[in-house]
């Protein structure tokens, strides 16, 4: 179930556009907002408000990493780069040294619903690679330190 | 820019040719003879050129180029077979091959895929690739009952997505996903409540979107065809169909073939198993006391020449299904008027013969054949009358994916929401049965207020709130559509069935098509049929009140009503009915039954035991669709070919044979014996054929044109057609709902109800009304609730639509277990039902 709050937002996205299946971006955003991932009946819902078919708004979905498509993540959605240029740098190792410090493979969620660790595709930060994205934030030039630091901060 | 055809010069691997500017590179290619691989190149798809299996190399440009996307320019030289395209070619299957299953030997697809030719003929024949291949499922998924899905052998292609939306309009399917990982499938991998056409399964290259009904039963080269037409709509869709000893396996569409294409419907694509049904007629059954025992032909015969006496004249009656072939309906309309003497004749048992024949000079069937590809073409196109999405759905098709390409309205009048809506400019929902008014109230608006001469007398005295009032419009809508009218210069109107279950429109029909007509626009009008050779049988003369090529008749006889009143009078003593389920789908089936049962002598001839089967006293086994030669006549006039896969099932004969059997017991030499010899008397007995080729039945076409216009049927020099007016009908006053009736889109009569796959598609018999009705009702769809009228009540399931008219209740004529005509009784207003909930 949507929001009130976010179905305010997708009424005033609607405002934005010439027709209504345009903001089916501004729509899947303000889904989110709402529990840190986007369920199934949210797509039903958004559906029938963009007068678009379900299966439309799940394609325009799962076509981008930022929308956790019918996928719950952590109260910090840790997102690691390990394209070219971060991997380069050592992304590979960084992801195990998270693994290893939360007790969980990528793609889980701790149990206590803290940290979900995820992998991605290059996040446009090539220039201070190895990087992450943890919820909005983005996190430069890391080192096994620098993460261990920035994990104890949100614990 | 209209009219203006700009062209252009370019080079192909050094061949010069000139094209029309913005031509595709790749169509500009096969033109000019040179092949070139495509996986996501359709043509009427959209263009996505996401594959990149027909790159080229043009000269100048340093990447080399999808060709299915880019056009060409003039002066353009381009190359298709340099080592760098060849090279590109065999790392585009590498990588597709990359994740793909290679699971050839249990793929239904082996033997007709693509994928498997294409790496034959272009590929590389060793991967490099050491990863782990990349699964989308363990098992394969059943995504509906007559699909299944296989996601690990993808191309990534999309056809199945864009024919899914673009084409059948119900845009059920979505890529999910991206790269690699792009799984095309159905929301969430649900179980799809969709049109259940298959086109998906049918333009899907590989063995991904696969039959169902079809699974693990064969293999491609196992199978023999016939390139043939739909036995179901008027639409007349080609197709081939398959079968493996004897029993017929598949039907399928052939890309660039027919009108249709490589599409299908329900119906078309998974219906034709009625043909291998274990309950055909296998031999004539003759009543021998109070039951239908088997019978040799020579009893059956004799039991017919010792009952019915040469000459009997009008006390004799034929009634001929519109799903036999004109050769067939030609010399059953000959055996009746010249063997029995009899005028007696119809081809439906649904309508009145004053309305048909008035329907037939409304829409100009008479004038000749009116492809839809013309429609198409027009400026502004008007549905009325038609429920076109489920009666017709590849005209649907074929409505949709024009309407989306070009500039043009479209404008539909329909008591119910249809899927054709989606594409409307503008959707009038009308009360039902009142196509009249709003014809009336368009034409007045047309004129602003003054009738046209043209309308005359009609519509001297009308005024068009009292039309809007009747309609159930608003005046607001029906201005709108008379200035979208007004503003083009060539209209066309699709005008279906409804017409003929509510004649009170027909003459209105052709008012507004003289009044468009005196108005300086260019009209075409095309008639929306539900049966596959409905034309056909008007046309071969198979009418109370008209011969073949609508030419005028010695003495007009009765029409199917006329003559069961007759026989209930006791004024008809025989009839004769091939392959028409009178007792089925005459409106009012309890006076049907009796007035059959007054009869001393019913012949049927039939492929099934059909509830008018059941009262006869001799059934002849006939043969279907499939085993038989002849032509069918589509909707729009025009000859197909249907063509003999398999032999009648045990000692069933050819219709034409039987018919030719039933005249040779009292002129042994009525005839002719084949079809083509039939067809040649036909050309001569009605002009409209006379020159009519057929030749385009026999090729296949790679340039996509799917117009064949020499195929329609001419003008009629000889047509005698008049139209009668209808006193407008009235309905009961009681009930919330009017009831109205047609076909659901997975069914066609009673007939459709003896395919296995399409039982399984729709078993429970299905009321549906508008959303908001049901929401006042405090019910929803799926709910199990009781449809009672006057005569007749029963259970249904509830379906509800958004877009519908409130007030009116459909029920599908297709059901055995609901027959509609239950509600309806002979000579009282049009029923009116109510709906409640039923608890258990
Ligand atoms: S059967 Fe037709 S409606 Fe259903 S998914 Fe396939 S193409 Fe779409
Ligand atoms: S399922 Fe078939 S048609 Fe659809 S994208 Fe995959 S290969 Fe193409
Ligand atoms: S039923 Fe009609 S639309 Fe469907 S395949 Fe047959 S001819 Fe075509
Ligand atoms: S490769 Fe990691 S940010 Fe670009
Ligand atoms: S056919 Fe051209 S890119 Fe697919």
Same mark, same amino acid.
């Given at each position: 179930?949507?929001?009130?709050?976010?179905?305010?937002?997708?009424?005033?996205?609607?405002?934005?556009?010439?027709?209504?299946?345009?903001?089916?971006?501004?729509?899947?955003?303000? !889904?989110?907002?709402? &529990?840190?991932?986007?369920?199934?009946? #949210?797509?039903?819902?958004?559906? @029938?408000?963009? /007068?678009?078919?379900?299966?439309?708004?799940?394609?325009?979905?799962?076509?981008?990493?930022?929308?956790?498509?019918?996928?719950?993540?952590?109260?910090?959605?840790?997102?690691?780069?390990?394209?070219?240029?971060?991997?380069?740098?050592?992304?590979?190792?960084?992801?195990?040294?998270?693994?290893? !410090?939360?007790?969980? &493979?990528?793609?889980?969620?701790?149990? #206590?619903?803290?940290?979900?660790? @995820?992998?991605? /595709?290059?996040?446009?930060?090539?220039?201070?690679?190895?990087?992450?994205?943890?919820?909005?934030?983005?996190?430069?030039?890391?080192?096994?330190?620098?993460?261990?630091?920035?994990?104890?901060?949100?614990? | 820019?209209?009219?203006?055809?700009?062209?252009?010069?370019?080079?192909?691997?050094?061949?010069?040719?000139?094209?029309?500017?913005?031509?595709?590179?790749?169509?500009?290619?096969?033109?000019?003879?040179?092949?070139?691989?495509?996986?996501?190149?359709?043509?009427?798809?959209?263009?996505?050129?996401?594959?990149?299996?027909?790159?080229?190399?043009?000269?100048?440009?340093?990447?080399?180029?999808?060709?299915?996307?880019?056009?060409?320019?003039?002066?353009?030289?381009?190359?298709?077979?340099?080592?760098?395209?060849?090279?590109?070619?065999?790392?585009?299957?590498?990588?597709?091959?990359?994740?793909?299953?290679?699971?050839?030997?249990?793929?239904?697809?082996?033997?007709?895929?693509?994928?498997?030719?294409?790496?034959?003929?272009?590929?590389?024949?060793?991967?490099?690739?050491?990863?782990?291949?990349?699964?989308?499922?363990?098992?394969?998924?059943?995504?509906?009952?007559?699909?299944?899905?296989?996601?690990?052998?993808?191309?990534?292609?999309?056809?199945?997505?864009?024919?899914?939306?673009?084409?059948?309009?119900?845009?059920?399917?979505?890529?999910?996903?991206?790269?690699?990982?792009?799984?095309?499938?159905?929301?969430?991998?649900?179980?799809?409540?969709?049109?259940?056409?298959?086109?998906?399964?049918?333009?899907?290259?590989?063995?991904?979107?696969?039959?169902?009904?079809?699974?693990?039963?064969?293999?491609?080269?196992?199978?023999?065809?016939?390139?043939?037409?739909?036995?179901?709509?008027?639409?007349?869709?080609?197709?081939?169909?398959?079968?493996?000893?004897?029993?017929?396996?598949?039907?399928?569409?052939?890309?660039?073939?027919?009108?249709?294409?490589?599409?299908?419907?329900?119906?078309?694509?998974?219906?034709?198993?009625?043909?291998?049904?274990?309950?055909?007629?296998?031999?004539?059954?003759?009543?021998?006391?109070?039951?239908?025992?088997?019978?040799?032909?020579?009893?059956?015969?004799?039991?017919?020449?010792?009952?019915?006496?040469?000459?009997?004249?009008?006390?004799?009656?034929?009634?001929?299904?519109?799903?036999?072939?004109?050769?067939?309906?030609?010399?059953?309309?000959?055996?009746?008027?010249?063997?029995?003497?009899?005028?007696?004749?119809?081809?439906?048992?649904?309508?009145?013969?004053?309305?048909?024949?008035?329907?037939?000079?409304?829409?100009?069937?008479?004038?000749?054949?009116?492809?839809?590809?013309?429609?198409?073409?027009?400026?502004?196109?008007?549905?009325?009358?038609?429920?076109?999405?489920?009666?017709?759905?590849?005209?649907?098709?074929?409505?949709?994916?024009?309407?989306?390409?070009?500039?043009?309205?479209?404008?539909?009048?329909?008591?119910?929401?249809?899927?054709?809506?989606?594409?409307?400019?503008?959707?009038?929902?009308?009360?039902?049965?009142?196509?009249?008014?709003?014809?009336?109230?368009?034409?007045?608006?047309?004129?602003?207020?003054?009738?046209?001469?043209?309308?005359?007398?009609?519509?001297?005295?009308?005024?068009?709130?009292?039309?809007?009032?009747?309609?159930?419009?608003?005046?607001?809508?029906?201005?709108?559509?008379?200035?979208?009218?007004?503003?083009?210069?060539?209209?066309?109107?699709?005008?279906?069935?409804?017409?003929?279950?509510?004649?009170?429109?027909?003459?209105?029909?052709?008012?507004?098509?003289?009044?468009?007509?005196?108005?300086?626009?260019?009209?075409?009008?095309?008639?929306?049929?539900?049966?596959?050779?409905?034309?056909?049988?008007?046309?071969?003369?198979?009418?109370?009140?008209?011969?073949?090529?609508?030419?005028?008749?010695?003495?007009?006889?009765?029409?199917?009503?006329?003559?069961?009143?007759?026989?209930?009078?006791?004024?008809?003593?025989?009839?004769?009915?091939?392959?028409?389920?009178?007792?089925?789908?005459?409106?009012?089936?309890?006076?049907?039954?009796?007035?059959?049962?007054?009869?001393?002598?019913?012949?049927?001839?039939?492929?099934?035991?059909?509830?008018?089967?059941?009262?006869?006293?001799?059934?002849?086994?006939?043969?279907?669709?499939?085993?038989?030669?002849?032509?069918?006549?589509?909707?729009?006039?025009?000859?197909?070919?249907?063509?003999?896969?398999?032999?009648?099932?045990?000692?069933?004969?050819?219709?034409?044979?039987?018919?030719?059997?039933?005249?040779?017991?009292?002129?042994?030499?009525?005839?002719?014996?084949?079809?083509?010899?039939?067809?040649?008397?036909?050309?001569?007995?009605?002009?409209?054929?006379?020159?009519?080729?057929?030749?385009?039945?026999?090729?296949?076409?790679?340039?996509?044109?799917?117009?064949?216009?020499?195929?329609?049927?001419?003008?009629?020099?000889?047509?005698?057609?008049?139209?009668?007016?209808?006193?407008?009908?009235?309905?009961?006053?009681?009930?919330?709902?009017?009831?109205?009736?047609?076909?659901?889109?997975?069914?066609?009569?009673?007939?459709?109800?003896?395919?296995?796959?399409?039982?399984?598609?729709?078993?429970?018999?299905?009321?549906?009304?508008?959303?908001?009705?049901?929401?006042?009702?405090?019910?929803?769809?799926?709910?199990?609730?009781?449809?009672?009228?006057?005569?007749?009540?029963?259970?249904?399931?509830?379906?509800?639509?958004?877009?519908?008219?409130?007030?009116?209740?459909?029920?599908?004529?297709?059901?055995?277990?609901?027959?509609?005509?239950?509600?309806?009784?002979?000579?009282?207003?049009?029923?009116?039902?109510?709906?409640?909930?039923?608890?258990?």
């Amino acid at each position: 179930m949507l929001s009130e709050r976010a179905k305010k937002e997708i009424e005033a996205a609607l405002r934005k556009y010439p027709n209504r299946k345009s903001a089916v971006m501004d729509a899947l955003r303000a !889904a989110q907002k709402d &529990k840190g991932h986007i369920a199934k009946d #949210d797509m039903d819902e958004i559906a @029938s408000i963009l /007068e678009m078919r379900s299966v439309e708004v799940n394609a325009a979905a799962a076509f981008y990493t930022m929308y956790n498509v019918d996928r719950p993540v952590g109260k910090y959605h840790i997102q690691v780069c390990r394209n070219i240029s971060c991997s380069l740098l050592g992304a590979e190792h960084l992801i195990k040294h998270m693994e290893r !410090a939360l007790s969980i &493979k990528t793609g889980e969620t701790t149990p #206590d619903k803290r940290f979900t660790l @995820s992998t991605v /595709e290059c996040l446009g930060s090539c220039g201070t690679a190895p990087m992450m994205q943890i919820n909005d934030d983005y996190h430069e030039n890391l080192t096994e330190a620098k993460i261990d630091e920035l994990l104890k901060k949100l614990e | 820019m209209h009219g203006v055809i700009i062209m252009a010069t370019v080079k192909i691997n050094g061949k010069e040719i000139t094209v029309q500017d913005n031509t595709l590179i790749l169509d500009a290619a096969r033109d000019a003879g040179f092949e070139i691989p495509t996986f996501c190149y359709q043509a009427d798809l959209m263009g996505i050129g996401s594959c990149r299996m027909c790159l080229v190399e043009i000269e100048g440009q340093k990447k080399l180029q999808p060709s299915c996307i880019t056009p060409v320019l003039h002066g353009m030289s381009i190359n298709t077979e340099t080592p760098t395209v060849i090279s590109a070619r065999a790392s585009m299957l590498e990588f597709l091959l990359a994740n793909h299953a290679l699971d050839c030997p249990v793929c239904d697809k082996g033997g007709e895929c693509e994928l498997q030719d294409m790496v034959y003929k272009y590929g590389p024949h060793k991967g490099r690739h050491a990863e782990k291949k990349f699964k989308f499922q363990e098992k394969d998924y059943a995504l509906s009952p007559v699909i299944i899905k296989n996601s690990n052998r993808c191309v990534q292609c999309q056809k199945c997505v864009r024919v899914c939306a673009e084409v059948v309009g119900a845009n059920v399917l979505g890529a999910l996903g991206r790269g690699d990982h792009q799984e095309e499938t159905s929301f969430f991998r649900h179980f799809l409540d969709c049109d259940q056409d298959g086109n998906c399964i049918e333009v899907c290259p590989v063995g991904c979107f696969m039959r169902l009904p079809y699974r693990y039963r064969t293999r491609p080269w196992d199978l023999k065809g016939a390139d043939t037409v739909c036995p179901y709509c008027g639409t007349g869709c080609r197709m081939v169909i398959e079968h493996r000893d004897g029993v017929l396996i598949r039907s399928k569409a052939q890309l660039g073939v027919g009108l249709n294409s490589e599409t299908l419907c329900a119906r078309g694509r998974f219906g034709c198993d009625f043909a291998s049904s274990t309950e055909r007629l296998k031999t004539p059954l003759i009543r021998r006391g109070g039951s239908l025992e088997p019978a040799s032909w020579e009893e059956a015969l004799g039991y017919i020449k010792e009952h019915i006496p040469v000459n009997i004249g009008n006390k004799m009656g034929g009634i001929a299904s519109p799903r036999l072939t004109n050769e067939e309906l030609y010399l059953f309309q000959k055996l009746l008027r010249d063997i029995f003497g009899s005028p007696n004749l119809d081809s439906t048992a649904r309508w009145e013969p004053e309305a048909t024949e008035g329907f037939i000079k409304a829409t100009g069937m008479d004038e000749g054949g009116v492809s839809v590809f013309d429609c198409m073409e027009s400026d502004s196109v008007l549905v009325i009358g038609s429920h076109l999405s489920d009666e017709n759905p590849v005209t649907d098709y074929i409505v949709r994916r024009i309407k989306n390409t070009r500039r043009m309205s479209l404008i539909i009048a329909s008591p119910r929401e249809m899927k054709l809506d989606s594409s409307a400019t503008i959707k009038l929902r009308h009360s039902p049965g009142r196509e009249a008014a709003v014809l009336d109230a368009i034409a007045l608006a047309v004129n602003a207020g003054k009738p046209s001469p043209a309308e005359g007398a009609a519509l001297k005295d009308a005024k068009i709130e009292d039309l809007i009032a009747s309609a159930g419009v608003t005046k607001g809508a029906v201005e709108q559509i008379a200035q979208r009218l007004l503003a083009a210069n060539s209209i066309a109107i699709i005008a279906g069935m409804e017409f003929l279950r509510h004649p009170e429109g027909i003459p209105e029909l052709g008012l507004l098509k003289e009044a468009l007509k005196s108005s300086g626009k260019k009209v075409l009008v095309m008639p929306a049929l539900d049966r596959a050779n409905q034309r056909g049988a008007w046309e071969m003369g198979v009418h109370p009140a008209f011969g073949p090529g609508y030419g005028p008749v010695k003495d007009k006889g009765l029409g199917c009503a006329g003559m069961l009143e007759a026989a209930n009078r006791g004024d008809l003593d025989m009839m004769y009915i091939a392959g028409a389920d009178v007792a089925a789908m005459h409106p009012d089936e309890e006076f049907t039954r009796k007035a059959l049962l007054k009869l001393k002598l019913l012949v049927v001839q039939d492929i099934f035991l059909s509830e008018t089967a059941k009262l006869a006293h001799v059934v002849l086994p006939g043969s279907s669709f499939a085993e038989k030669e002849g032509t069918f006549t589509n909707q729009e006039g025009r000859a197909q070919i249907i063509r003999k896969l398999l032999p009648p099932p045990g000692k069933a004969k050819r219709d034409l044979d039987v018919i030719r059997a039933v005249g040779e017991v009292y002129d042994p030499s009525f005839g002719p014996k084949m079809p083509v010899l039939v067809l040649d008397e036909i050309r001569n007995a009605a002009g409209m054929y006379a020159h009519v080729s057929l030749a385009f039945n026999n090729k296949r076409n790679t340039e996509n044109k799917l117009d064949n216009r020499h195929a329609l049927v001419q003008g009629s020099a000889t047509s005698a057609l008049s139209v009668t007016r209808f006193s407008a009908a009235t309905t009961e006053p009681e009930g919330r709902f009017h009831l109205t009736t047609g076909n659901h889109l997975f069914h066609s009569g009673r007939f459709s109800r003896r395919s296995g796959t399409l039982l399984g598609l729709l078993s429970a018999a299905v009321v549906e009304i508008s959303e908001k009705d049901a929401a006042s009702l405090n019910l929803k769809s799926g709910d199990k609730v009781k449809v009672k009228g006057r005569h007749y009540e029963a259970i249904l399931s509830l379906k509800t639509k958004k877009g519908s008219k409130e007030g009116v209740a459909f029920i599908a004529e297709n059901y055995d277990d609901v027959p509609v005509n239950r509600f309806f009784k002979k000579g009282e207003p049009a029923p009116r039902v109510d709906i409640t909930k039923v608890t258990y």
